[in-house]
Structure formats: structure tokens, C-alpha cells
């Protein structure tokens, strides 16, 4: 739908709606028109598919999603929004809007009940100030999604898309390669938005694997080392470990133990290495 993206009828729609834009829901709505149907191209990959999309704003993208989907269902915490939706997606049969917050969705029934036994693809331009708990909620949910297609800052793409070993690798990037395949897939310019933010996007994809690397107890484990290794990760791990209440001596025979240097630094490790070191904790 050509007017959704066009900037003059977004306006008159939310004057006539006396719709502001509310920063702290972090409304950035898009209106390059070429960004949406790429997004839905990459993430709906047959027609008899649902798709769970977060965060409708004036249904831009849920209208793409609903001409390649069998099913769309889209999760919005804003009330000010479903009037303007009833408008916007009126030709839409196959969207459904849910007044929620997506973190208080508890996705297997959610997903169930809107559902059943479609696959479902994700497919969301995330609001900024929850990117990596939504992401952290779908993944942690082990819910089988098709894949996960989001558009996030450039800055939480690289990080989230990062190699181990390099500058942009955090614990996220560490937290998402445990359950998935991650790759960033375009870029989109501040430009692309009504209000403009102050940084670019980019979209990116992750494809889960089906990796039952750790026990849930383990899984526990390897995110509280990973968080602490990396939420000083200007120390050596013999240092940034403490933060998790072992003792100097704990630390030094398990990471002997695991065969990793006790200067080693969190950057340094890759996802197999944490993985062999948690393994060793629980022994
Ligand atoms: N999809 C639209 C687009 O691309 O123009 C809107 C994207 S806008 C960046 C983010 C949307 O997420 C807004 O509609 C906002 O109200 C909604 N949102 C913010 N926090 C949310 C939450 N916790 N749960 C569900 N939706 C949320």
C-alpha cells in the first residue's frame, strides 16, 4: 500500500487521530517504501505460513506481511494504535492485532493459541530500547520460529552479528550464536523514518539451530560466565571471573582445566571455549 509510506497521508492519518509519537515506545515509523517488502521477502518463505510481528506503528510492515503470509498476528503495547490499524489494514482479513507488551507474551501458548501448527517466521522493526531482550525473549523461548528477521540499530547488527574474537563482540553476540545463525542482510539510512533517529539501522536474520549443547542448569551457568567475563572484558579472565563469587584459586584450576590461558581476555574466546569452561564449573 503506497500511501503507507507516503509521508503527507501518514500525517493527515495521525493529526486526524491526534496520534503523537510517543520516543519513549521508541516510534520510528518507516516510510521507505522499498524497506518492508524486502523484509517480508526474507522472512516469509511460502504462503502458507503465519508470521508474529512486534510493534505495528501504522501497520506499514504488517501489511507486507499479510499479502505472503497465510496468517499475520502483531503484538502492540501502544492503545492509541488498533483504531488507526482498523483503518489502515481494513483489507488485511489475515492481521490480527494483539494489545500486549511482547515481554509479558508467554510465546509457546501465545503462539498456540494464534497459531497452531503453522510455521511461524518473526518479522519486526524492533523499538530500539528493548532490542536485545526481545531478541533474548524469542530465543530463550525455544519456540521453533522459521527464523527471526528484525531491523535493529547498525551498532546492535554489528555486535549482534559479530565474530567472537573481534571488537563488536559482546555478550550478546555470544548469547545469540548459542541458539542461532546470525547475518546481517541490509542497511537502512536514518532518512527511512518518520521522526528521523539519530543512527542508522540494518536488518539482520537468525536462523536457529537445534544445538542441545547444555542442560538448562548449564545454560544458566554459561550466560552468568559470559556476562561476567564480558561485562569487564578489559580484565583478565583470572580477574573478570570473580565477578560470579569464585575464588581466585577456583578460577585459576578451572580455567587450567579447561585449558585456557588465565591472561585470555573475554574477546578472546569463542562460543566453544565458554561452552568447555561451564562444563568444567559443574563438575
Ligand atoms: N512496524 C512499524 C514500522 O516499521 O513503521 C513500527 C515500528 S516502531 C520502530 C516500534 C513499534 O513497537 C511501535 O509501534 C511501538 O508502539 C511498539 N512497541 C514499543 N514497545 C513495545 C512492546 N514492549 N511490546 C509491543 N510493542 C511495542
Do not use: W
Not at 510493534?55 to 503470509?69: H, I, P, S
Not at 550466560?223 to 561476567?228: H, T
Not at 578472546?268 to 571455549?273: G, N, P, R
Amino acid at each position: 500500500m503506497a500511501a503507507l509510506t507516503d509521508i503527507g497521508y501518514i500525517r493527515d492519518l495521525l493529526a486526524r487521530h491526534g496520534f503523537r509519537f510517543s520516543k519513549a515506545l521508541g516510534q520510528n515509523f518507516l516510510v521507505n517504501p522499498s524497506v518492508c517488502p524486502r523484509m517480508a521477502e526474507a522472512a516469509v518463505d511460502s504462503p502458507d505460513m503465519g508470521a508474529l510481528e512486534i510493534g505495528a506503528g501504522v501497520g506499514v510492515l504488517t501489511y507486507e506481511l499479510a499479502q505472503r503470509a497465510d496468517k499475520v498476528v502483531c503484538v502492540e503495547i501502544d492503545d492509541r494504535l488498533p483504531p488507526i490499524l482498523a483503518e489502515t489494514l481494513a483489507d488485511c482479513d489475515n492481521a490480527q492485532i494483539v494489545l500486549k507488551d511482547i515481554m509479558e507474551v508467554d510465546i509457546h501458548p501465545f503462539m498456540q493459541e494464534h497459531f497452531g501448527d503453522r510455521p511461524v517466521a518473526v518479522c519486526a522493526n524492533l523499538p530500539y530500547y528493548i532490542t536485545s531482550p526481545v531478541i533474548m525473549r524469542l530465543l530463550e523461548s525455544r519456540y521453533p520460529f522459521t527464523s527471526i528477521t528484525v531491523m535493529v540499530q547498525k551498532e546492535a547488527a554489528a555486535r549482534l552479528c559479530a565474530e567472537p574474537g573481534t571488537r563488536d563482540a559482546g555478550a550478546v553476540t555470544m548469547a545469540v550464536r548459542y541458539f542461532a545463525h546470525a547475518e546481517k542482510l541490509f542497511d537502512v539510512s536514518r532518512g527511512s523514518f518518520t521522526p528521523s533517529p539519530n543512527v542508522d539501522s540494518a536488518v539482520i536474520r537468525l536462523t536457529l539451530h537445534n544445538r542441545p549443547t547444555c542442560t538448562p542448569e548449564e545454560e544458566k551457568r554459561l550466560f552468568s560466565l559470559v556476562r561476567a567475563a564480558f561485562g569487564q572484558r578489559r580484565k583478565t579472565l583470572s580477574n573478570s571471573l570473580m565477578g560470579t563469587g569464585m575464588s581466585k584459586t577456583d578460577i585459576a584450576a578451572l580455567l587450567d582445566a579447561a585449558g585456557i590461558s588465565p591472561t585470555a581476555r573475554a574477546e578472546q574466546l569463542t562460543l566453544e571455549d565458554f561452552i568447555r569452561l561451564t562444563k568444567h564449573s559443574m563438575k
